[in-house]
């Protein structure tokens, strides 16, 4: 199954990683494996997440779920034909509606 990216999101994914390699670099590279590790779980069972309600029609097929091993880290994804779209990875005290905003 396929894992596509909006744009976007490979900055939110090295943002993270360099806020958490501050404390310790293992952990981010343990965290990026992990999001890979997600995101394949995802891609090949794509109805998993919780859908999220949002004001804007246009996302209503948005789903949640939270990042392997880091669970106040969530990945917004939408489900394809072919795997998945991943739309943003986030810090689960961001306001995601938010992050949304210009979606």
């Known amino acids: 199954m396929k894992v596509e990216y909006a744009d976007g999101v ?14 310790d670099e293992e952990i981010a590279q343990r965290f990026l ?3 890979d590790e997600t995101f394949q779980l995802l891609a ?3 109805l998993l997440g919780a859908v999220r309600n949002f004001k804007n029609k246009k996302l209503s ?3 949640m779920w939270r990042i392997k091993g880091f ?6 994804y939408i489900p394809t034909p072919t795997g998945i779209k991943i739309l ?8 995601y509606n938010r992050a949304f905003e210009n979606e």
């Not at 490979?10 to 404390?23: C, D, H, I, P, Q």
């Open 44 to 46: 090949q069972n794509n």
């Open 71 to 76: 669970n106040s880290y969530l990945v917004f």
């Open 88 to 95: 943003h990875t986030l810090h689960s005290a961001t306001d």
């Open 33 to 35: 494996d992990a999001c």
């Open 10 to 23: 490979f900055e939110e994914l090295v943002n993270l990683s360099f806020y958490l390699a501050e404390r």
């Open 61 to 63: 097929e948005v789903r």
